[in-house]
């Protein structure tokens, strides 16, 4: 091949070719693996009649379960916006011993199948655990409480915050901040009007992933929830339960419920990004 | 890296295309089976498999796959493949017979004793002496104490622990007021509902959470007697209630993989002599009355109830008590 057909003037050349090729893939890839199946649960709901579906949905029960599902889990992300964004800034801003190793620490609640990191977490946490001893006599309960529910979401939800803010701060130039400071900003001025703003689109997607992982996850808060009705009963619990008792369409009432509740939150926090994204003209 | 990848890949699809055959030349029979059975069928495929080929010269592999047993029947009702079903509760069968018959109908007539080859009962496991002094069901609802039962709404061994308390109350003659009464108070003092049977297991013995577990007699002396270092002890309340696990064959599956004669022979080996021992080892009591009187020491005497004559048809209890909004729900919502 010579450089000539590489490289033509006349055509615009891109790595990948076709738009019609790239957007057919993407369409039915997406149909395949995330339309279709998504779009059963709702077919399977609209069996069930408005008023029935409305009556399963909105059953005390389960509404308590949304409070604790979705509560717990946007607190979880929150604090894993904020600490995951320090764990980021220590591993891209400093050398020290045994970085490598922290790094790759950070993915570990990613490959750790879910059941054992619940039933690790609760070992830890129950009365008799190694933590869990230090905080009972202080009054603190976390294993089988609600507070357990979130400290298993904050396990899951630590890589995705770090992870997405890792390579902004990694292009981020320090030149920035010495030139933000020869202007007179103090340190706090610095990091709130210089370095937060570009920051805060990947964590915001950060923020969104954990969150919507939190959301849906199981394996691992079902060992440390206690599962006590109207108090830490988590969503997916009242969608397997209702699996247990061969109630295929409340189960998918609920999880429709959940889906159209996930899928606007991520929307408003997408919008948010976005919105931020502009600010800091950094148009995508 | 790449190049490494890609022969690694051939590597494993021709060892695929080699092993293949082997497997396929081999008869192989799937048992489905609850939460707390994996270590009784550990041990009783592999004696299965001498037995049979001893029997009729032919060689068979028992596979095992367990979980809730609700979970389970549901998996089969979704296409997995099993021969034969090992349940904890007939209900978990009887969906299978609903579900396009996958299940004989007349199931718990095709084999001895309503198609349950033993026995067992919920009773209590307590801490070594039995400090809280916890002799029966009535114990349970002295406010302070703390009791472990895994969730009715997930769990087979859960729903027989919330029937035997309700029916210790109508056994003695008392009403359907006065079990709700006894039932709420009990719910009042379970601190966690684990998903199944061994979760709370585990959180007895291994969180020391609680006061009494109560199980399944296997699973409780099972621990007592073995596995958990001395540390516990069983009480037997005045009455319980028969919690036998049925078992059937899965119809449409035998046909369709030819396993029909594999398939009842194996649920025959629980019945015969040699199944009846294993069965005993592992703390579930035998039908058969030589093998019970030959284990007399761990099986102490028992007064039970069944379900379908003291409270009623299975599927009316299960629609009455534990359906969405039924009694349990109520009982623990406003508890």
Redesign the interface.
Known sequence: MSAATLFNPTRQTRVLPGFGLSLGYTLVYLSLLVLIPLSAVFLKTATLGWSEFWAVVTSPRVVASYKLSFGASLLAAGINAVFGLMLAWALVRYTFPGKKLIDALVDLPFALPTAVAGIALTALYAGNGWVGSILEPLGLKVAFTPLGVLVALVFIGVPFVVRTVQPILEDLETELEEAAASLGAHRWQTFTKVILPILLPALLTGFALAFARAVGEYGSVIFIAGNIPMVSEITPLMIITKLEQYDYVGATAIATVMLVFSFALLLVINLLQAWSAKRTGRNR | MKPRLRSLIAAAGFAALLIAPAVQAQTTLLNVSYDVTRELYKDINPAFTNWYKAKTGKEVTVNQSHG?S??QA?SV?AGLEADVITMNQSTDID?LVERGGLVAADWRKRFPHDATPYTTYSVFLVRKGNPKGIKDWSDLARPGLSVIVP?P??SGNGRYTYLAAWGSVIAKGGSEADARDFVTKVFRN??????GGR?AT?TFT????GDVLVTFENEAAQIAKELGDGKFDVVYPSITIDASPPVAVVESVVAKRGTAAEAKAYLDFLYADEGQKIIAKHFFRPRSEAVLKANADRFPPIKAFYVEQLLGNWNDVQKKH????GVY?QI??NR
Do not use: C, E, Y
């Not at chain 2, 534990?322 to 909004?325: I, K, L, M, N």
């Open positions: 809730g609700s979970k549901l009702a969906i969730n709404k997930t379970v601190p966690v509902l684990d998903g979760g585990t291994q969180r020391d959470l534990f359906a969405d909004g729900d623990v919502v």
